[in-house]
């Protein structure tokens, strides 16, 4: 009888450990892949216009960062997307982001997702999944 409650206990471990994985509710909550890519072609084309942090992008095609983003934001919330672009440490190396440029960016994000109608709790799910990249990201 031990054996056979052990072994169903197995077998629910077993199926219920790739749906916690597999959670998709942020990225379902953000629009799926059509909301996701909406929202990020907002923010790059606000990220160009920012006069705090805009000079950072002015060689930047906001289209193709705006997919990159989109890959990577629907991969990270769970998507079915695979990102493909560069590692954040490479990507940002070189540009010599303060704490206060990565605090602008995600202002500016804030006003996107307002601007999109996104709730404020999922919101703040997005931003905790962001926030810990500015160790790779802010370099002075
Ligand atoms: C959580 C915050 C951030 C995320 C998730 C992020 C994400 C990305 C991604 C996915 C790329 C594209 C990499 C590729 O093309 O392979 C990129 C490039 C870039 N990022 Fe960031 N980034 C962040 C913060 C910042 C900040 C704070 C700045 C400057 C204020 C910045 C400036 C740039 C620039 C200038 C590029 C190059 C764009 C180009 O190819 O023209 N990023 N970033």
Known sequence: M???????????????????????????ALGEKPGIEKLMMDFSARLKKDPRIGSFFKDT????????????????SGGPCKYEGAKMKP????????R?????LVEVLQQSMDDAGIPFATQNKLLALLAP?????VTR
Do not use: W
């Open 2 to 28: 031990n054996r056979i409650r052990t072994a169903l206990l197995a077998l629910m471990l077993a199926c219920s450990a790739p749906s916690f994985a597999g959670d998709d509710s942020l990225y379902r």
């Open 61 to 76: 095609n906001p289209k193709a960062l705006a997919e990159q983003l989109r890959d990577q934001v629907c991969e990270l």
């Open 91 to 98: 990507a940002h190396a070189d540009l010599g982001v303060k």
């Open 100 to 104: 206060g440029d990565f605090n602008a």
């Open 133 to 137: 990249m500015h160790r790779d990201i």
